[in-house]
């Protein structure tokens, strides 16, 4: 099944504390990226990546790194997670092309306390 | 840069009626895509349709069709015999093309509760 698989969907952290949360696709998608969705703000780039070793900033990059070693693997890592990153995050990828839109994950809501 | 304004934040509807759900964005590109995403509790995103701005006729996907009037900027949703499970946030999303490095931008979202 074609899909897009983010670990963990649940997460409770606390400041400070180093995570990473883990993201891979099937489908042999050139682009990849990372979202956070916030009450009242909808969806908002953090990062995103048009293939491998190719990282740029979207929106929203304050507090959080990224890494495209392998075409399938972005992981979205929080060095020093504040109580701001609270919120729910969602990977996605597409092919180069874009035009079918988005597949998404699953969803991670992490809490950082 | 783009922008995406969805003026409804909520919304209801009886089972079986008829809802639309409004979007208007703001580009001054010629080429893009616009999209309509549902995101119910499980908050999986979930594609629901999708118009190619080059298309002038609507698209439509079983009960699901937009109004897009390129002109206007506006691109609304409309659900025809609702479902309880149309209950979800609705998101309207835009892509410039070519799409490359340009992301998916989102509106703010209008929830959407529909009522037995």
């Known amino acids: 099944e074609a899909q897009v698989t983010q670990n963990p969907r649940y997460l409770i952290t606390v400041t400070g504390k180093k995570l990473t949360v883990t993201c891979s696709q099937n489908m042999n998608h050139e682009y990849m990226s990372w979202y956070r969705q916030d009450p009242g703000l909808g969806l908002r780039q953090i990062y995103y990546s048009m293939n491998v070793e190719v990282t740029d900033k979207g929106d929203v990059p304050e507090g959080y790194k990224v890494s495209r070693k392998e075409k399938r693997n972005f992981p979205l890592i929080l060095e020093s997670p504040s109580p701001n990153q609270t919120s729910l995050y969602f990977c996605a990828s597409s092919p180069w092309t874009g035009g079918n839109g988005y597949t998404f994950g699953s969803g991670t809501r992490l809490t950082v306390v | ?116």
């Open chain 2, 1 to 116: 840069a783009q922008t995406v304004t969805q003026s409804q934040p909520e919304m209801s509807v009886q089972e079986a009626e008829t809802v639309t759900l409004s979007c208007t964005y703001d580009t001054s590109e010629n080429n893009y895509y616009l999209f309509w995403y549902k995101q119910p509790p499980s908050r999986q995103m979930i594609l629901v349709i999708r118009q190619e701005a080059y298309k002038q006729q609507n698209a439509t996907e079983n009960r699901f069709s937009v109004n897009f009037q390129k002109a206007a900027k506006s691109f609304s949703l409309k659900i025809s015999d609702s479902q309880l499970g149309d209950t979800a946030m609705y998101f309207c999303a835009f892509m410039k093309l070519p799409s490359g490095n340009t992301p998916l931008v989102f509106g703010k979202g209008t929830r959407l509760s529909v009522i037995a």
